[in-house]
């Protein structure tokens, strides 16, 4: 074939993610052929490309077709299930190229599967990222948030492909090399792990909001709507607005008060979690927002707790909370409330990724994380670049919470927040992602805890030794001779 009829770039993999990002590339002018195991997902993919503007797509049907119809140095995109469908793809494709060539995959995988295919991909000279492509469906079509990381030289091979399709705002385009090895990966878990606890703690502000405040839908819809124009400004902010918005097609009423409530996972708020565990890191308000999604699963339980407990003397507090609630203070303190816990959960997310980077030699660039989050991706939101600007002051910021801005925005607002978490405990709502971050402040804030009675604890049953405040050292004390002799 000439050159001239090569693709500059392809992708394989073709659901609605692969399709709409193929597109994208496609729109901003780049030529991308693609494959797809079963061929109607190709054929479908090309009809898509006619109708959306005769976009220059071009479809391969055997994998040594897909991969000889690029130009050289080859780079390629695989969008498929992570695990090993991944290496099955790769295997595929691996025979058919040559030293230089580049394999991206776009997927949610686990970062050291990256690590292990990058080895692996040397070996035969081919180059490998591991990227993490966040903003849905939508995002994939329109600009997503991209975020490569592995080989370098490969980055740079399609740098221009990879800033035309990504969000674009103010200070660029919402993608950058993130660093060596499986970063990309893992980045793009702690994105979905932070993205775990903003919706969580937009569930508890609406749950306040409906059961103790007693709003209707309507309402609700335009206070995230009014929310949406401020400091919460946010994609999940704006979408909850329109959720509530949406009729019952089989009734009457919103469909948002007839969908079960158990909520679904594909794992990376999991890996994230366990990070934090492995890592030393606090994450509870991640945590909370994980236990949460387990506990919804339970739904026979907790029908089945709920007629134990009632038939056990429970009064629901619930039903009376909204007697004698000033509803306009209550829309402002959850709104403040909902803000600085949402703090708290991104300096959890940044910590444990500064954790991970110093682990790793990585050097991530906090301020710039936070900027290519500020388009595309479902937590971009605008309060990203006030965290950008943050780590732009001061690199090496221990937290946000000690961030000079943001710390005043705590104080300002924790009189709010504790009256939320107050008002819903009172009535029985549990509101374990507001409670878990301000936990994690009032933990934060304090110098002095009670983590010295723990050690005396551990001391006494373990000889684990202490450590003493006014003096250097190891000690060990006989507690139980010293406190059976006193008494």
Not at 144 to 150: A, Q, V
Not at 321 to 344: E, T
Not at 446 to 451: E, G, M, Q, S, V
Request: hydrophobic share 40%; glycine share 10%.
């Amino acid at each position: 074939m000439e050159s001239a009829a090569l693709s500059r770039i392809g992708l394989a993999g073709l659901a609605v993610m692969g399709q709409n990002l193929a597109l994208n590339i496609a729109e901003k002018g780049f030529p991308i052929s693609v494959y797809n195991r079963t061929t109607s997902k190709v054929d479908e993919t090309l009809d898509r490309a006619a109708v959306e503007g005769n976009l220059p797509v071009s479809g391969q049907y055997t994998p040594r077709d897909f991969v000889l119809s690029l130009q050289r140095p080859r780079s390629l995109i695989i969008l498929v299930k992570a695990g090993s469908p991944v290496d099955q793809t790769i295997a595929a494709f691996s025979e058919y190229m040559e030293p230089g060539d580049c394999i991206i995959d776009g997927g949610n995988e686990w970062y050291q599967n990256t690590e292990r295919r990058i080895s692996e991909a040397e070996e035969k000279g081919l180059l490998y990222l591991g990227m993490g492509v966040s903003g849905g469906e939508e995002g994939a079509r329109n600009g997503p948030s991209l975020m490569p990381g592995g080989s370098l030289k490969a980055y740079e091979n399609i740098k221009d492909i990879l800033g035309k399709v990504a969000a674009q705002v103010e200070d660029g385009p919402c993608v950058t090399y993130i660093g060596e090895g499986g970063s990309g990966n893992f980045v793009k878990m702690v994105h979905n792990g932070i993205e775990y606890g903003d919706m969580q703690l937009i569930s508890e502000a609406y749950d306040v909001l409906k059961n103790v405040g007693g709003l209707s839908n309507d309402e609700l819809a335009e206070i995230f709507a009014e929310w949406n124009k401020g400091e919460l400004e946010s994609f999940l902010v704006e979408i909850t607005s329109d959720i509530f918005r949406v009729k019952d097609e089989f009734g009457d009423g919103e469909l948002v008060d007839k969908i079960l409530d158990k909520t679904g996972m594909k794992g990376t708020g999991k890996w994230t979690v366990q990070q934090a565990a492995e890592l030393s890191v606090a994450a509870p308000t991640i945590a909370a927002s994980l236990d949460c999604r387990y506990l919804s699963g339970l739904k026979d339980e907790r029908e089945n707790a709920a007629r134990v407990l009632e038939e056990a003397g429970l009064k629901e507090e619930i039903g009376s909370a909204s007697s004698g609630v000033d509803k306009k203070r209550l829309v402002d303190d959850v709104r403040q409330a909902l803000y600085a816990s949402k703090i708290c959960s991104y300096a959890q997310g940044m910590n444990l990724l500064r954790a991970k980077s110093v682990e790793k030699s990585w050097g991530l660039n906090f301020g710039e994380l936070a900027r290519i989050w500020k388009g595309g991706c479902i937590i971009r939101a605008v309060f990203l670049d006030r965290i950008k600007k943050a780590y732009q002051r001061n690199p090496d910021l221990a937290s946000l919470v000690v961030d000079p801005e943001f710390a005043k925005e705590m104080v300002q607002r924790q009189a709010a927040w504790r009256r939320v978490v107050g008002l819903a405990v009172s009535a029985g709502i549990s509101t374990p992602g507001m409670c878990a971050s301000l936990a994690y402040f009032d933990t934060y804030r304090r110098a002095r805890l009670p983590a010295n009675l723990v050690q005396a604890q551990r001391d006494l049953f373990g000889a684990h030794t202490y450590e003493r405040i006014d003096r250097s050292g190891a000690y060990h004390t006989e507690w139980t001779k010293l406190a059976r002799k006193s008494n």
